[in-house]
């Protein structure tokens, strides 16, 4: 039987992962800095309540599921 998997965990001919655009809903401030709101990063992947995303800068973070709108 074949699997089903998420649109986040999808790949591409070439075998490599495809990212999918999100918008951040609300601003992230850490101690390494800050996701501002309406900004667009992409999501590697999904991790509990989380995803795990990358913004313009290449630089990782962790976002609530729940802040994250997929475009």
């Not at 998997?5 to 075998?15: A, E, G, H």
């Not at 991790?47 to 599921?65: A, C, L, P, Q, T």
């Amino acid at each position: 039987m074949a699997s089903k998997t998420s649109n986040i965990d999808t790949v591409n001919k070439s075998n490599t992962p495809v990212s999918i655009k999100a918008k951040v809903l609300q601003t992230v401030t850490t101690v390494n800095g800050t996701l501002y709101e309406n900004e667009i990063v992409r999501i590697d992947r999904s991790e509990n309540n989380h995803y795990r995303v990358k913004d313009s800068m290449g630089r990782i973070w962790f976002v609530d599921k729940k802040n994250i709108k997929k475009i």
